[in-house]
């Protein structure tokens, strides 16, 4: 019986179980009897009565609670049963799939051996006819051979019959002296003639050379029919997006045949710019039972060639394609020092954290609440270069992250920044600064030293003030309101202010027309204030020397003001339409130092008048 | 006390006006002016006094200074009096225009015969704010004051004499040390008598020597120009040393090119207006 008779006999089964189960319940109908009985006897499992003789030893039940018992029995033996059934039923259906297995398989077998056979018919038919021709090549020669003889014996025979009628006629000839002049050559040449031998061996001989055929590959062949094929090559796959980490790679490849396999053996090897021979030694090999793996110690954002083989009892199948993964970046690096932000926006700079270039940079950044949960994740794809303009919510902080980005994938991310947009954030441009001003360890603090370097160990650059002991400041580049302050000391000479990137290092700040500042200058009898800018100042008089003063620039309005921030006195405003990005400015005329104050917010009695 | 409206004019979307009334420390009709800004039509308004110079009334503000635009846009009320009491038939009064009629110099005189009616330091510390505070939608809490030339001595004085009573104080050409020029001298000597220490009483350098109180922010502008700052009539130079031996904060800007007009008034009024609404409004 076939897989589909089995499982309608096995329906009926069910059918018929029910139908005994219904019966079984009847039997619980109490019958009237005349003897009534009312117990049942468990051990020998019969109704019977109380009293019964027969069953005096036994324990007895009552008819109820024996029912109650039988049914229990009969539901358990039922659901033994309905688990057989379903076993049943999986092993049908395994079957049905195993039919058809074996059904492909035999289709497959079937094809294999009518192609093997096929091949072996071709290759006995080539034999036949490269042999054949050879016969017949021999016999062509062999019979040119005879030919030529028998031409040469016809020529001998003319000349022999020839020689012979000449001799006739000279014995033919009446004149004696006539014959007796003739006679003697051609007595000669007849002499001559019989003396040569003739040659009556046959140049050619009657057998035939038959070489014996090179059967052996169709030896192998036929041998090789009861044999598996070998597997033919499988197929690498395209790399899956982000399955690569930036050591380790996940591979696939695919068997587009049904050949058995036993094994696959995966083979990869750095793909480097300088050597394209390949040694042996730089290629690692991984042997594999399934259509993956992960291949791990790798170099970072690095192309690797991989291919694979399959085996199995029969041998090697050829090698796939090769195919090119790239395993992902490292993380980049964010350099804080030379992040700036606002109340609206920050300008984020990393180092690649790669040696070989990467596709593009992507910023992550998210609020980062009390608690920390429930903020989204925004992010700025495709960045090409190493820093980031990202606008922000004011009075908020964030933590921002960047990932380097390759065909591979995405890098893990970088050691987060912590920002605040609770005010404006900037460092000093240390390249700019003039060689006698030193900066504190924490880039907030400037010193015009007392000491006088000589001119000689000075560095100058393109960038670097050369006269005015000045340095610039990195803002935000987006025209919004930015608020900072610096402290001095009473005696301190110093220029503060605004300036455009390239103002001229060679003048001093105030003293051209791309940069604005207020500056303090200590006379023998009093402290003078100038707001300076294209060298003129108002002539303006402090009474109460400012030792905290408070910058504010708002790019909209068009204006830079000064204050007394402990005091909270507007000092002087300049109004000017800025036509570029500013960088704060700030300068020590004399030995001085000068402390700058960052972080903060514009407070109320500078933005709301 | 009976305010009678005198003129209205609608001004940068605030009106323009001008009242009379009796005064009871000037024994006199005066008159002053008044802008309401947008704001006072639903709530109370910071108030800033202005005090004009000599020979002005209350129309020379209002209609040359050009102060309404920037008292709207800050929604404070600008009060401006008359510079003397009028109309008293003292005799003397117009004789000079530095002197008498147009030149109260913002004192309480104590000579006859201008004691009785010559009380324009009360008038503007106590009569005038009680009136405004009970007539318009003022905040009593918040003063400024202010002025030019003789008015600005008014208003650098009225500051440093009522710690405290005022929240901000700014001046344009002040008279900064009355009892070192002629104009000083001459009107002390008038309303205050012979005795010179009377008049420190009312000489702002002096006064900002001795004063003690909560931290001022004084704003001055000065024209460059000025006839009168250099026949010494003003003498910043002795306001600001004072001051800066004192530590009473000051900015003093000296203006290239301006004079002593009401030209030089508008020119920065603005920013005088700004100066004192960081205050009121804050």
């Known amino acids: 019986m076939d897989a589909y008779e089995a499982r309608s006999c096995l329906d009926v089964i069910t059918e018929e179980l029910s139908e005994e189960e219904a019966a079984d319940e009847d039997a619980f109908v109490m019958v009237p009897d005349s003897h009534s009985p009312d117990a049942f006897c468990s051990q020998c499992r019969t109704l019977t009565h109380t009293g019964s003789a027969a069953h005096a030893c036994h324990a007895l ?3 109820a609670a024996a029912a109650q018992q039988m049914k229990d029995e009969l539901s358990r033996s039922r659901s033994k049963l309905s688990e057989k059934i379903v076993e049943m039923e999986n092993f049908a259906s395994n079957l049905e799939e195993i039919f058809i297995t074996v059904e492909e398989n035999f289709g497959r077998q079937e094809q294999n051996l009518e192609q093997h056979y096929n091949e072996v018919l071709q290759t006995l038919s080539q034999r036949n006819d490269a042999r054949a021709a050879a016969l017949d090549e021999q016999k062509n020669r062999k019979l040119e051979r005879l030919y030529s003889e028998l031409l040469q014996c016809g020529q001998t025979l003319d000349a022999s019959k020839e020689l012979i009628e000449s001799a006739q006629e000279v014995h033919r000839r009446q004149d004696k002296r006539a ?16 003396s040569t031998e003739v040659d009556l061996k046959l140049g050619v001989s009657l057998d035939f050379d038959v070489p014996t055929t090179d059967l052996s590959d169709v030896r192998q062949m036929m041998d090789s029919i009861n044999l598996l094929p070998a597997p033919s090559a499988p197929v690498m796959n395209p790399q899956i997006c982000n399955s690569a980490t930036d050591t380790s790679l996940h591979v696939c490849w695919s068997l587009f045949s049904d050949d058995t396999v036993e094994f696959y053996e995966l083979h990869w090897r750095l793909i480097s710019d300088d050597c394209t021979m390949e040694t042996p030694q730089d290629v690692s090999q991984l042997k594999v039972k399934e259509t993956h793996c992960t291949v791990s110690d790798l170099l970072p954002n690095a192309q690797y060639e991989l291919w694979v083989t399959a085996t199995n009892t029969t041998g090697i199948s050829p090698a796939s394609e090769r195919a090119v993964y790239m395993t992902v970046p490292s993380p980049p690096v964010i350099k804080p020092r030379q992040c700036v932000s606002s109340l609206d926006a920050a300008l984020i700079r990393w180092d690649s954290g790669n040696t070989n270039p990467v596709e593009s940079y992507t910023l992550e950044f998210r609020e980062s609440d009390a608690d ?37 994938g995405p890098s893990e991310r970088s050691e987060p920044i912590d920002v605040s947009t609770a005010g404006t954030f900037f460092h000093l441009l240390e390249d700019t600064a003039h060689p006698s001003l030193s900066l504190s360890a924490n880039g907030l603090t400037m010193f015009y030293l007392d000491e006088d370097l000589p001119l000689s160990h000075m560095t100058f650059s393109d960038s670097t003030f050369a006269r005015c002991v000045a340095v610039l400041g990195d803002l935000v580049p987006i025209r919004g309101q930015y608020y900072w302050e610096i402290e001095v000391d009473e005696d301190t000479e110093f220029r503060v202010g605004v300036a455009y990137e390239d103002t001229q290092r060679n003048s001093y700040l105030g003293g051209n027309n791309t940069s604005w500042c207020m ?5 023998p009898s009093r402290h003078k204030y100038e707001f300076l800018h294209n060298g003129w100042t108002p002539d303006i008089r402090i009474t109460v020397q400012p030792l905290r003063i408070g910058v504010f620039l708002d790019y909209a309005a068009g204006i830079l003001s000064f204050y007394n921030a402990a005091l909270r006195q507007h000092l002087h405003t300049f ?10 400015c700030f300068a020590l005329d004399n030995p001085g130092a000068l402390t700058l104050r960052t972080g903060l917010s514009a407070p109320a009695y500078v933005t709301c008048p | 006390m009976a ?5 209205s004019n609608k001004c940068c979307n605030g009106y323009q006006k001008v009242f009379e009334h009796d005064s009871s420390e000037l024994k006199c009709k005066m008159k002053f002016a008044i802008y309401l800004p947008p704001k006072a039509e639903s709530s109370k308004c910071p108030v800033l006094y202005w005090l004009s110079g000599l020979t002005c009334t209350e129309q020379n503000f209002i209609t040359k200074a050009g102060s309404q635009q920037a008292a709207s846009e800050h929604g404070i009320i600008v009060v401006a009096p008359d510079t003397s009491p009028r109309g008293c038939n003292i005799e003397g009064e117009d004789e000079s225009w530095d002197f008498g009629t147009g030149a109260g110099f913002y004192v309480n005189a104590t000579q006859e015969p201008w004691k009785t009616n010559y009380r ?31 008015g600005g001595h008014g208003a650098l004085i009225c500051a440093l004499k009522n710690p405290g009573k005022y929240k901000s104080v700014s001046a344009f050409a002040p008279i900064c040390n009355p009892i070192q020029c002629a104009w000083g001298q001459k009107a002390f000597s008038g309303y205050l008598g012979p005795d010179k220490s009377t008049w420190e009483l009312y000489d702002a350098t002096v006064l900002a020597e001795s004063y003690s109180g909560p931290e001022l922010d004084i704003l001055i502008d000065q024209g460059r120009d000025d006839q009168f700052l250099s026949s010494s009539q003003l003498l910043p130079d002795n306001l600001i040393a004072a001051c800066s031996k004192k530590k009473i904060p000051v900015v003093f800007r000296l203006q290239q090119g301006y004079d002593h007009s009401y030209y030089f008034i508008f020119s920065f009024i603005n920013d005088h207006i700004k100066h004192h609404a960081k205050y009121l409004n804050a």
């Open chain 1, 61 to 63: 039940l009552t008819p």
């Open chain 1, 179 to 194: 014959f007796l002049q003739a006679v003697m050559p051609v007595i000669k040449r007849v002499e001559q003639f019989s």
């Open chain 1, 372 to 408: 920390g949960s429930n903020t989204a994740t925004e992010s700025i794809v495709a960045i090409p270069s190493c820093e980031c303009l990202v606008q922000l919510q004011p009075w908020k902080r964030y933590i921002i992250s960047v990932r380097a980005v390759n065909i591979g």
């Open chain 1, 519 to 523: 500056r303090h200058i200590v006379t």
């Open chain 1, 575 to 584: 109004s000017c339409h800025f036509l570029h990005y500013l960088h704060p």
């Open chain 2, 3 to 7: 305010l009678t409206q005198v003129s």
């Open chain 2, 120 to 150: 324009m330091y009360s008038y503007v510390t106590e009569e005038l704010p009680r009136l405004i505070n009970s007539n318009f939608p003022a905040d009593p809490e918040k003063m400024s004051i202010s002025g030019h030339s003789m």
